[in-house]
């Protein structure tokens, strides 16, 4: 459900833009924030207050890797899978993550705790391999480091 | 250890100097001041003077794309900021803005005060949450303590600078596609010319420069042009951060005078190849440029010493392959992230793409065959040059660059029916 409280706080973006319509990534994401998808009250309710066809937030929603047109678990794991990365492990790193936490990359876990991602550059090469866990960085993830991320993950469940 | 040049990481490494306070007492917003005793034309003039080329991958001369700006238009003026960083290889612009945000906003002012625009935005990448938050709270102490909003600084001049957060898409990162994000829209290039200057966001002339671009402008101001023109090269000025990456001992983000050798940097600061291991090839500029082979290591790291070589400074993304990398492996992931990112408008990029990967996917399984090579080649000559942006151009780069220096190693796949590398990095990277 979107929230009174949310809605104010999207009718306040909208404000502080010269043209409603840019307030539209901003105001998805509060969207996002309060249903951890994008769903079609999100869609509604970005569509009332930026005053634009629904539609036309469907076709900007899911133009974005960010908005997730489905479910996710309550831990997004995003691993980065490009050159860099690459060059330093990454791909035994979700093999790691896959068989530690039961799922495939693009998949959740049955309990909903987590979505693990495989995605593009996170802008942090110098520090690779690197990974997300709901858009807060762990950089230099060795796989000592993994095991133990993930033992502490699944302790705060 | 060599010494790094710090002018645009200055002060990095001191405790709080993310804050308002720290940044003051360490010369902050001085610059500013010095600026806004200057009439806007002669702070431009400073800039162009200086040098100062865009750090955003096309290099194109930050002062002369201020005085393109259209005059007497009647629609506001805007500055952006782009710090949609998503190159393969860059991680500079991060470091900026979660360690020195107070720089940026600086940088943004000023560049905002020279080009009349009372309104300034700056667009960070959807991911990048602590950098957004560290430039956010930047902005509301600098609006608390009048350096931004109303009549800053007493001067009778009113600049507002917003953050607006991307939601995932490399595209963004180009110049008119950000414009379109930043309306709202999904983040398709706009078809050029008119150039932002002439028409950008809401139909205003617009600047659009990058991050680090801008948060060097505030140093160019308190030192001076000339100051800044004598480091560097005779037409490459300045310092750039190398976001040093790949295989070496030391990866990270060094800012060196532009004209240092790029086996200074992969050497005295990156500590050399891991194990000890020679250098296959590096990219200089991001994933987008042209690879170069081992012996163009001592070449100058400068805009037109590396155009000689045959490849582009870029956004100065150095990743090293060592003598063990599978050039088709690399090659491949980096195929993958073009694909993935491809906004799909253009066809040629869209399917040229999708083709690019599964006939590297093929020869790196080992069932590819010999004529798979030119094919590779002519798909490229296919995209290049055909779409609207250079997003089909820079996914052909690697692919083509690669090919004319390593032919070898893509028929070895072939003729061995089987990646010739496999073998070595399942034991170690594990990369397949
Ligand atoms: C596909 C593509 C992606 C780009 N990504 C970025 C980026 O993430 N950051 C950036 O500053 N410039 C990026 N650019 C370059 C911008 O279009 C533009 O040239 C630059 O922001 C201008 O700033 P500058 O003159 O200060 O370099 C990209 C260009 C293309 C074609």
């Excluded at chain 2, 201020?66 to 860059?90: F, Q």
Aim: proline share 5%.
């Amino acid at each position: 459900m979107i929230s009174e409280a949310a809605r104010e706080r999207m009718r306040a973006t909208v404000a502080k833009y010269p043209v409603a319509r840019s307030a539209l990534l901003p105001v998805l994401r509060i969207a996002q924030e309060e249903e951890g998808y994008i769903t079609p009250e999100g869609l509604r309710a970005a569509s009332e207050v930026v005053g634009i066809k629904e539609d036309e937030v469907e076709m900007v929603a899911s133009f974005y890797a960010m908005f997730f047109q489905k479910p996710v678990g309550k831990n997004v794991i995003k691993v980065c899978t490009s050159i860099s990365c690459y060059l330093r492990g990454c791909d035994r790193l979700i093999k790691q993550l896959e068989d530690g936490l039961g799922v495939k990359r693009g998949e959740t876990t049955p309990d909903g705790a987590f979505t693990l991602l495989g995605v593009e550059c996170l802008a942090s090469c110098g520090t690779a391999p690197v990974l997300q866990v709901n858009d807060e960085f762990e950089e230099n993830v060795t796989p000592q480091r993994a095991a133990e991320l993930m033992r502490q993950w699944k302790s705060e469940q | 250890m060599a010494e790094q040049m710090r002018v645009v990481t200055k002060d990095i490494d001191v405790p709080g100097i993310d804050t308002l306070a720290v940044y003051e007492q360490h010369g902050g917003y001085q610059a500013l001041r010095k600026a806004l005793g200057m009439e806007p034309a002669a702070v431009l003039e400073e800039v162009k003077a200086s040098g100062l080329r865009g750090r955003g991958g096309a290099g194109f001369p930050t002062g002369m794309k201020w005085s393109l700006l259209a005059k007497g238009s009647p629609k506001p003026t805007y500055v952006v900021c782009n710090s949609d960083e998503s190159e393969p290889g860059t991680f500079k612009d991060r470091m900026l803005m979660e360690k020195l945000p107070h720089r940026l906003v600086e940088g943004v002012l000023i560049s905002a005060y020279a080009t009349g625009a009372k309104q300034a935005f700056i667009y960070i990448r959807g991911e990048l949450a602590l950098a957004a938050r560290q430039v956010m709270r930047a902005i509301d102490e600098a609006y608390a303590a009048g350096y931004a909003g109303k009549n800053i600084m007493g001067s009778g001049h009113d600049i507002d600078v917003m953050v607006h957060r991307g939601a995932g898409a490399y595209i963004c990162g180009e110049e008119t596609a950000l414009l379109e994000s930043l309306e709202g829209k999904r983040g398709y290039p706009r078809l050029k010319p008119p150039f932002p200057a002439v028409a950008g966001l809401y139909g205003g002339p617009t600047v659009i420069n990058n991050c680090e671009t801008l948060s060097t402008v505030p140093a160019i101001i308190a030192n001076g042009a000339a100051w800044y023109a004598a480091i560097g090269t005779e037409k490459s000025k300045g310092t750039r951060i190398f976001c040093l990456s790949g295989l070496v001992n030391r990866p990270g983000n060094y800012e060196l005078p532009i004209g240092t050798t790029f086996r200074t940097l992969i050497e005295e600061f990156g500590g050399g190849v891991i194990g000890g291991k020679q250098v296959k090839a590096f990219i200089p500029g991001g994933s987008s440029t042209p690879m170069l082979p081992a012996d163009k290591l001592d070449i100058s790291a400068d805009y037109e010493s590396v155009a000689a070589a045959g490849s582009m400074f870029g956004a100065a993304g150095v990743i090293v392959l060592d003598e063990d990398t599978c050039i088709v492996g690399a090659v491949l992931r980096m195929t993958e992230f073009y694909r993935d990112e491809s906004c799909g408008k253009c066809t040629p990029c869209r399917e040229g793409t999708f083709w690019l990967v599964q006939l590297l996917e093929r020869l790196e399984a080992g069932h590819g065959r010999a004529e798979d090579i030119d094919l590779l080649n002519d798909i490229c000559d296919n995209i290049s040059g055909k779409s609207f942006c250079p997003l089909g151009d820079a996914a052909a780069t690697p692919i083509v660059s690669s090919i004319k220096l390593f032919r070898d190693e893509y028929i070895a796949h072939v003729t061995q029916g089987r990646c010739p590398f496999r073998a070595r990095e399942l034991a170690t990277a594990g990369n397949h």
